[in-house]
T-cell receptor
Framework: DVKVTQSSRYLVKRTGEKVFLECVQD?????MFWYRQDPGLGLRLIYFSYDVKMKEKGDIPEGYSVSREKKERFSLILESASTNQTSMYLC???????????????FGDGTRLSIL | KNQVEQSPQSLIILEGKNCTLQ??????????LRWYKQDTGRGPVSLTI?????NTKSNGRYTATLDADTKQSSLHITASQLSDSASYICVVSANTNAGKSTFGDGTTLTVKP
């Protein structure tokens, strides 16, 4: 079974801090994604990556950046955390395929981030 | 604009009963439609995936249908169990190179004993 592991289940940070959320997958998947999930808004795509050192903006990239130095690891960075970034953050991975979005995504259990 | 709308927003049923969740979409060009189950405090887990040519797919007590002409899908749960209590999310992907996915807001199902 695919395992997507997010480094923290719960995290509390202060406004202005630089925050790192880590995600590791163990199935050699090419594609990795970061989402945030808020009540009434569903899952919204922040950034995604189809290869090592490659990244593309999703629907809501403002205030975030990402890093993918190794295939199995995809990091989400909040450059200067703000209270409106309090949310559930979900990482996902999927196999390569064409079109790219055709493959089912495997999700981690999420990081509930609170910015005070 | 690509959209996915799910109904109802929430649903309460008694254990053993059947229920049907709806998903309407405007994503174009269509590639595939997936249903996910998300338990409280966990990440979503894929239940079914359907392409344009498939109109029914089952996974145990879960049966998804797809009408690509009317751009509607349903997820039918048979003989519900307490463990079916979860949020069910409909996701539609576009048939473009980027293959972008559009997520519905989910239906929260509560199964009571």
């Amino acid at each position: 079974d695919v395992k997507v592991t997010q480094s923290s289940r719960y995290l509390v940070k202060r406004t202005g801090e630089k925050v790192f959320l880590e995600c590791v997958q163990d199935m050699d998947h090419e594609n990795m994604f970061w989402y945030r999930q808020d009540p009434g808004l569903g899952l919204r795509l922040i950034y995604f990556s189809y290869d090592v050192k490659m990244k593309e903006k999703g629907d809501i990239p403002e205030g975030y950046s990402v890093s993918r130095e190794k295939k199995e690891r995809f990091s989400l960075i909040l450059e200067s955390a703000s209270t409106n970034q309090t949310s559930m953050y979900l990482c996902a991975s999927s196999e390569a395929g064409a079109p790219r979005g055709n493959q089912p995504q495997h999700f981690g259990d999420g990081t509930r981030l609170s910015i005070l | 604009k690509n959209q996915v709308e799910q109904s109802p927003q929430s649903l309460i049923i008694l254990e053993g009963k059947n229920c049907t969740l709806q998903c309407n979409y405007t994503v174009s060009p269509f590639s595939n439609l997936r249903w996910y189950k998300q338990d409280t405090g966990r990440g979503p887990v894929s239940l079914t995936i359907m392409t344009f040519s498939e109109n029914t797919k089952s996974n145990g007590r879960y049966t998804a249908t797809l009408d690509a002409d009317t751009k509607q899908s349903s997820l039918h749960i048979t003989a519900s169990q307490l463990s079916d209590s979860a949020s069910y999310i409909c996701v539609v992907s576009a048939n473009t190179n980027a293959g972008k996915s559009t997520f519905g807001d989910g239906t929260t199902l509560t199964v009571k004993p």
